[in-house]
């Protein structure tokens, strides 16, 4: 029996759930680094095969630091009723965004610790990793939720999205400081994409139109690739407008960097770019038509690219901005919407970082294993933006890591051995205790 891509190397789950305590340190944690690092990732029950790398439940691992020391390490499943009941999404009275496997990032906003996917409701979870239940923000979401919400640094607002199925396709939300929603509005787009992530500016919102499209009668999977669809990036207002949209060439982004408006009001946005037939070609490694991934980084090669959009002339470049294949892009939150001068990537083994400013080499570090996605955590009183450091989960064979960078130079401060392998996955946060 072939077992396939999504459950084999460092995609295959764990089987339980677990914790140990008073975890070995190797270097010294920096002290002021009191708080808790949790990472979610799709992570199915033994015997299941959920299809796709991305439809497994999800699993978040989370380890406590305090005074120096890593206190614990845990991982629980989260229990949506995907995972309790095996809740149908598809229903007769319409979707359940509850029956949902929660598997692909987890946040913090107004005191909520939500676990995201971006099909239907967040689960919001305990320090301790515990399952509350769905969260609905009383009742006033009634689409999905993106993985990929915006923490506004000035005024503590959380921008989001959602996709459908059937329309609205696109719809804009907005949550206050305190965690109430307080704006939904529908953004006109002609079909329902896979769109995974989006940018944020000072003063608009970027959206990503690309031809991954839905089709209910694709068997597995519905997403797929699709040349008919088009390719286009849109520019909404922040305080309502009409978008106005950009065509670029055919691609995917699963995952942006920061964007911010440059000083002739051009839109500059970052973000890991698929061509055609790469993000093809990850997608069916992924699906497990093929050999083994051993990364979300190598399933598909891609590359970090820029689009400069002028919403006065309407015209866009395109660049590349470096020939190596790296995902998940990360950078000081602080600079959120602004013009930022870092920008952190992994590639298989390896953390990157980028200066956006100066345009010259960037600093590469290896890590000797899968590298997970480097969360950026600035230092107490930073006076530099790069002040701070990386946390990312390192895995070689059937150990792993929490590595902790130094993020102005990536050299190794600390790394907290941890008691079991943890899988790849997709994203985290770190959860500062005040």
């Not at 691992?61 to 999404?89: I, M, S």
């Not at 993106?146 to 459908?164: I, R, S």
Request: aromatic residues 10%; contains cysteine; hydrophobic residues 35%.
């Amino acid at each position: 029996m072939t077992i396939p891509a999504y459950l084999s190397g460092n995609l295959a789950p764990v089987p339980d759930e677990t914790e140990a305590y008073d975890l070995p340190v190797t270097g010294a944690l920096p002290p002021e680094l009191t708080g808790r690092y949790f990472r979610n990732g799709p992570n199915p029950r033994p015997g299941e095969d959920p299809g796709h790398w991305f439809a497994g439940h999800g699993m978040i691992h989370g380890v406590r630091l305090k005074d120096g020391r890593a206190e614990w390490y845990r991982n629980r499943w989260v229990r949506t009723r995907k995972f309790t009941d095996d809740a149908p999404f598809f229903t007769d009275e319409g979707l359940d965004r509850t029956a949902v496997r929660a598997n692909t990032h987890v946040i913090r906003h107004s005191d909520r610790i939500l676990a995201l996917a971006e099909n239907g409701l967040p689960y919001e979870m305990t320090p301790e990793l515990a399952t509350v239940g769905p969260c609905d923000f009383g009742g006033r979401l009634t689409t999905a939720m993106t993985a990929h919400p915006k923490q506004d640094p000035l005024t503590g607002e959380l921008h989001f999205f959602g996709y459908g199925y059937a329309p609205p396709f696109l719809t804009y939300h907005r949550l206050s400081r305190e965690g109430e929603l307080v704006e939904s509005r529908e953004i006109e787009v002609p079909g329902s994409t896979m769109m995974h992530d989006f940018a944020v500016t000072e003063n608009h919102l970027i959206w990503l139109d690309l031809p991954v499209t839905f089709d209910p009668d694709r068997a597995g999977m519905p997403y797929a690739w699709d040349d008919a669809y088009g390719a286009r990036l849109g520019v909404t207002p922040r305080g309502g407008g009409v978008t106005r949209w950009f065509d670029v060439d055919p691609c995917y982004v699963f995952h942006v960097g920061n964007a911010w408006e440059d000083q002739e009001g051009r839109i500059v946005l970052n973000g890991a770019r698929y061509a055609p037939g790469s993000f093809v070609a990850g997608w069916k490694r992924i699906g497990g038509s093929t050999d083994p991934a051993r990364h979300a980084a190598a399933t598909g090669a891609a590359r970090l690219h820029r689009w400069i959009l002028d919403p006065a002339s309407g015209a866009v470049k395109e660049e590349a901005l470096d020939d190596r294949a790296v995902e998940f892009p990360t950078f000081n939150d602080d600079r959120l919407g602004r013009a930022s001068r870092y920008l952190y990537a992994v590639g298989d083994d390896a953390v990157v970082k980028y200066d956006q400013r100066t345009g010259g080499g960037a600093v590469v570090r290896q890590t000797g294993g899968d590298t997970g996605e480097a969360v950026f955590v600035a230092a107490e009183g930073a006076t530099a933006e790069d002040d701070g450091w990386l946390l990312s989960v390192v895995t070689s064979g059937e150990s792993s890591e929490l590595l902790v960078l130094d993020a102005s130079d990536l050299s190794s401060v600390a790394s907290v051995r941890l008691p079991r392998r943890v899988p790849a996955g997709f994203h985290g946060s770190w959860l500062e205790e005040s």
